[in-house]
């Protein structure tokens, strides 16, 4: 069965930077549109990043650009999510998805995901 693992969480400082990580199993990786999510506490899960299969197209949300880059490698069946200049509002449970098809931006189109890491940034 399809696996997506995220690791890579943890608490930062305000500034600090991350690299999450999306390890994928059970699926031909290189066929899928990766993304990743998060959702704060209280919060709907929001798109924050996604990767076309061949890796040429990128979207991120607008509040994340300039600080969080996605890449990702088929050989390894790994997704990926630099964050730097982290902000306390970007504390939040992050979760990798994958989809064949569908707008990149749906949560809906998502048929895939992981069981989240915590991002927590302190202020």
């Known amino acids: 069965q399809v696996q997506l693992v995220e690791s890579g969480g943890g608490l930062v400082q305000a500034g600090g930077s991350l690299r999450l990580s999306c390890a994928a199993s059970?699926?031909?990786?290189?066929?899928?549109?990766m993304g990743w999510f998060r959702q704060a506490s209280g919060k709907e899960r929001e798109f924050v990043a996604a990767?076309?299969?061949?890796?040429?197209?990128?979207y991120l949300t607008d509040s994340v650009k300039g600080r969080f880059t996605i890449s990702r490698n088929n050989a390894k069946n790994t997704a990926y999510l630099q964050m730097n200049s982290l902000k306390p509002e970007d504390s939040a449970i992050y979760y990798c998805?994958?989809?064949?098809?569908?707008?990149?931006?749906?949560?809906?189109?998502?048929?895939?995901w992981g069981q989240g890491t915590q991002v927590t940034v302190s202020s």
């Open positions: 998805a994958a989809k064949l098809y569908g707008s990149a931006y749906r949560k809906e189109d998502y048929g895939n």
């Open positions: 990767i076309s299969w061949s890796g040429e197209n990128i």
């Open positions: 059970g699926l031909t990786f290189s066929r899928y549109t």
